[in-house]
């Protein structure tokens, strides 16, 4: 089995989402819930961004002692320095720096050329080597990036220094073969590749962030960056616990990771709560309704077998157990369930009659609470009574 770095970067990438601003105090809190939870690698902030930023890249380095503590900068002599300066009192430090190397970003952003760009790639990761032996270059937009020059590029910062190498979908483009073989084409065309750790930090706007990171571990790949519910720029970044439940499903992959999944769900909850971001219900692993079963002939099999519909155990990633919840598509298992739930027993034809008046209330219901059904089976118990001689 093949161990797949997990690289946090939910407090930098995803404190970037407009709303989920942090403060230094929640910021040291959540990196340490995080280095509980098993991250590898937590990048910590931008330092040169603010100085708001700087000082929870410095009290996170003071306070995390497990964990690789990461700081982000720009391919600037002077983003790296400041990076430097907030990692000063970090056991690991690592420091990622990179530019763009896409012609979007070549012409667009810097009207430069590849030559220049390769030149500031190979010098940004100098200078961080100044500082520390553990420097992680990002070629941003290298879904975007020729396969050819990219791989220039990454064999000539890998001979600089970088002992990390992020290949970013940063504009989630990407299709997972693509990404795959942008994987593969790097292993097979840089030569020194042995000598530094492949990196998938993709984006989720076309929703296939998971799946191309997956796709990146399968194809070289040792290092996945990820958030916790997939905050990030836009449309997010791959989430955290997705792909740390795909690496753990799949086992015939042949990965492993250091994540204890036990603490997914109320890590992700604590994220949420922090960033004040709730967590849309329908998300994997995490989401309200992941363990809800709805639907009369999901319900059937689910309480017949748990696995007919669940390929995960909610204890596996601490969410509460699974629900059984009244709607009118629900079926008659599901009703007796929850009576017996409730502490009434009925019978099957006690069942049937109770279920044409429970379909009654669910039609008009979005769903059928425990105090409807209380009272429908008191009712349904009076009414009993009263017809006995
Ligand atoms: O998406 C991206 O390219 C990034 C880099 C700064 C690593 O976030
Ligand atoms: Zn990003």
């Given at each position: 089995m093949d161990k797949v770095i997990i690289f946090d970067t939910t407090l930098r990438d995803g404190e970037q989402v407009p709303g989920c601003k942090l403060n230094t105090k929640e910021k040291v809190e959540l990196a340490l819930k995080l280095e509980d939870l098993g991250v590898n690698v937590l990048e910590a902030g931008f330092p040169i961004s603010s100085p708001g930023d700087f000082s929870s890249v410095e009290q996170i380095s003071k306070t995390i002692t497990k964990a690789v503590v990461c700081a982000l900068s720009r391919a600037v002599q002077k983003d790296i320095e400041v990076a430097a300066q907030a990692l000063k009192y970090a056991k690991r430090p690592r420091i990622h720096t990179g530019i763009g190397t896409s012609d979007f970003h070549i012409k667009g952003k810097f009207n430069s050329t590849q030559e220049d760009i390769l030149q500031r790639a190979v010098q940004c990761v100098k200078w961080a080597r100044n500082f520390t032996d553990d420097v992680e270059f990002y070629a941003e937009d290298a879904g975007r990036t020729d396969n050819e020059y990219l791989s220039k590029v990454i064999e000539a910062v890998i001979k600089a220094g970088a002992t990390t190498v992020n290949i970013p979908?940063?504009?989630?483009?990407?299709?997972?073969?693509?990404?795959?073989?942008?994987?593969?084409?790097?292993?097979?065309?840089?030569?020194?590749?042995?000598?530094?750790?492949?990196?998938?930090h993709c984006h989720n706007d076309l929703g296939l962030a998971t799946a191309n990171s997956i796709s990146g571990v399968i194809n070289g790949a040792r290092q996945i960056e990820c958030t916790?519910?997939?905050?990030?720029?836009?449309?997010?970044?791959?989430?955290?616990?997705?792909?740390?439940m795909v690496i753990k499903q799949?086992?015939?992959?042949?990965?492993?990771?250091?994540?204890?999944?036990?603490?997914?769900?109320?890590?992700?909850r604590l994220v949420s709560d922090t960033m004040r971001m709730p967590v849309q219900p329908n998300k994997a692993i995490v989401g309200s309704n992941a363990f809800s079963h709805s639907s009369g002939i999901h319900q059937d099999g689910f309480l017949?077998?748990?696995?007919t519909y669940e390929i995960i155990n909610p204890d596996e990633v601490g969410a509460d157990s699974s629900k059984i919840v009244l709607t009118a598509r629900s079926g008659r298992s599901a009703l007796a369930y929850r009576f017996q739930k409730l502490g009434f027993s009925f019978d099957r034809n006690d069942v049937d009659i109770l279920y044409s008046r429970f379909l009654k209330i669910a039609d008009n219901k979005k769903e059928v609470e425990d105090g409807d059904l209380n009272e429908m089976a008191k009712e349904y118990q009076l009414s009993a009574m009263s017809v006995q001689p």
């Amino acid at each position: 089995m093949d161990k797949v770095i997990i690289f946090d970067t939910t407090l930098r990438d995803g404190e970037q989402v407009p709303g989920c601003k942090l403060n230094t105090k929640e910021k040291v809190e959540l990196a340490l819930k995080l280095e509980d939870l098993g991250v590898n690698v937590l990048e910590a902030g931008f330092p040169i961004s603010s100085p708001g930023d700087f000082s929870s890249v410095e009290q996170i380095s003071k306070t995390i002692t497990k964990a690789v503590v990461c700081a982000l900068s720009r391919a600037v002599q002077k983003d790296i320095e400041v990076a430097a300066q907030a990692l000063k009192y970090a056991k690991r430090p690592r420091i990622h720096t990179g530019i763009g190397t896409s012609d979007f970003h070549i012409k667009g952003k810097f009207n430069s050329t590849q030559e220049d760009i390769l030149q500031r790639a190979v010098q940004c990761v100098k200078w961080a080597r100044n500082f520390t032996d553990d420097v992680e270059f990002y070629a941003e937009d290298a879904g975007r990036t020729d396969n050819e020059y990219l791989s220039k590029v990454i064999e000539a910062v890998i001979k600089a220094g970088a002992t990390t190498v992020n290949i970013p979908d940063t504009t989630g483009y990407c299709l997972p073969h693509q990404y795959g073989e942008k994987m593969a084409y790097l292993k097979n065309h840089v030569g020194n590749i042995d000598k530094a750790v492949i990196s998938c930090h993709c984006h989720n706007d076309l929703g296939l962030a998971t799946a191309n990171s997956i796709s990146g571990v399968i194809n070289g790949a040792r290092q996945i960056e990820c958030t916790i519910n997939g905050l990030g720029e836009r449309a997010g970044n791959t989430s955290l616990e997705e792909v740390v439940m795909v690496i753990k499903q799949h086992k015939a992959l042949g990965f492993y990771t250091d994540i204890d999944a036990t603490k997914l769900y109320p890590m992700s909850r604590l994220v949420s709560d922090t960033m004040r971001m709730p967590v849309q219900p329908n998300k994997a692993i995490v989401g309200s309704n992941a363990f809800s079963h709805s639907s009369g002939i999901h319900q059937d099999g689910f309480l017949k077998d748990t696995l007919t519909y669940e390929i995960i155990n909610p204890d596996e990633v601490g969410a509460d157990s699974s629900k059984i919840v009244l709607t009118a598509r629900s079926g008659r298992s599901a009703l007796a369930y929850r009576f017996q739930k409730l502490g009434f027993s009925f019978d099957r034809n006690d069942v049937d009659i109770l279920y044409s008046r429970f379909l009654k209330i669910a039609d008009n219901k979005k769903e059928v609470e425990d105090g409807d059904l209380n009272e429908m089976a008191k009712e349904y118990q009076l009414s009993a009574m009263s017809v006995q001689p």
